[in-house]
Structure formats: C-alpha cells, structure tokens
C-alpha cells in the first residue's frame, strides 16, 4: 500500500497536466501558456498542504487526527520549488525575453517594483514558512498548532489570484479568493486522508466530516465559477466561440461529473465506511481515485487562468 501511494500522487500530477493538455486542444492558439503545466503542479501542493494541515486542527476529532508534519515539510519544500519556477517564469515574460536572458537587476526589479512580483515573493515566502514550520514540528516531535501552516498555505494561496482579471472588478479579487480556497479545500484534505489515514476507524470518522467540507466547497465553487466567468466572457456563445470559453464550458462538465460521483460516494461509500465495514485500503483507492479526476480540474482551471 505505501508504493501504491506513491503512485497515486504522480498519477494526480499527470492528471493535472492532462487537464492543461485538454485545454490547449480546446484554446489553442489562444492559450494556455507553457506555464500552467507548473501552476497546476504548484496549485495541488498548495491544497495539498492546506489539507494536510486542516486534518489536525479542531474540525476533526483528536482521536483520528494523523501525524502530517513530515509530510507537510516535504510538499512545502516541493510548493516553493514550483512558485519559485512560475515567478523567474513571469519575470522573464514581463521582459519579453527568456529565462537564460533575463538580468538579475532586471529580476531584482520586478521583485521589488512590480506589484505581481512582490506578491510573489510572498508566496515564495509563505510556502517556505509551511516547510520549515512543519519540519520543526517534526523534528520537535511535539503537538503544536496547526494553525500558522493553514494560514500561509492560503495567503500563498490567494495571493496570485487576486491579482488576476477578476480583481478589476467590484469584489472580484474577494471571489477570486474565496474560490481558491474551496478548490483547495475539496482537493486538498482528501488527498491529504489518503496519504496519511491507515485505519479504517480513522476513515470511519474522519470521511463523515469531510464530506459535509466537500459539499459547501462544491457549492462556493459554483456560484463564485459562475460569477467569474460571467464577467469575463459576458455571454453564450463565447462559450464555443473563444478558447477560454470552451475551457470553462470543459471545467463545467468535469465538475459536474465530479458532483454524481460525490453523490454516489454519499450514499455508498460514506454509508459504509461510517459504519466501519469499508477496509481501509479499499477508502484509500477509493479516495486517489476521486483525487486524481479533481486534479484534471486543477489543470483545466491553471490553463483557464493563463489564456487570453
């Protein structure tokens, strides 16, 4: 089961990569840009780590509430290497020349001048706070708080969504924001369950609560989905007409598709699991399964964010 873990993250993160792959056949040539390949990988560390942190805070009984400090150290260590990867990348794309071309005092410039990338230096630093608070934790092998890792991982979060084209409009960026976050939650701490939850006692009070998560994420993603994309397609048919439409017209299928299943897991899964007579190997599958075709979201939404 520990190799089978492993393999069902790096199925997520090719399932995240198809999902900007579908949207390039869908947008092509409109978008999306080479570097939402990075953005969707930076987007699920990110949630990932936000789950991982939210599983020992109080929405979860203390009974079934895992050791996750290793892992969090290691998936923040990996989150800072992508975020640092997307800002040198839109250091060089705001200079209109390459990565091996871009100056350093041309990069300190952006940094400090340039409110993009100030904001992301402090994501850069968020995801590296995540990682070193939590290797700490670890290395202390004692029980500290949760709470400074949940509210980097959304500061970090929520800071390259804000400034996107929703924050030209009236409480755009406070949609945008809320948005990430309910995306983050429902991928986020259930992928952190399977990577950490080996019991099925464990399963049996932990999958209760977070399917009550699950079902106000799924509905804050849908009224804060529609209001964004209606503001930036403005109508019907740009839905088939433009790239980011029939991107958007794709992620809407997925989520929907996602939604049945949530209902199926309702009323079986979750039925079974409550009442302890679902293994605890056969949850974990269960749950990878269902993580991995959220990713494809993931990379739908990382391309929509890139394309024209």
Known sequence: MREFRRRWMLAAAVSGILGVGAAWLLAHPEGPDPSAVVRVLADCLGATALGLALLRTELFPVRSRPTVWRQVAAVGGLWTVAEVALLVDAAAESFGGGITGLPMAQFGTYLTDITVGRLGVVTVLCTAIVSGYALLAYRRGSDVSPIPIVVFTVIALVARPITGHMSQQLFGGLFAAVHTVAAAVWLGVLAAMASTLRAKGAWATTLPIYSRLAWWSVWILAVSGTVNAAVRIGGFGALLDTG??????????????LVVLARRIRLT????????????DESIVR???????????FGLAAALATTA
């Open 269 to 280: 899964w979750l039925v079974s699991a409550a009442a302890h007579r679902t293994k605890a």
């Open 244 to 257: 980011y439409g029939r991107i958007v017209l794709a992620k809407t299928v997925v989520l929907i598709l």
């Open 287 to 297: 749950a990878a399964v269902h993580v991995c075709v959220t990713a494809v979201v």
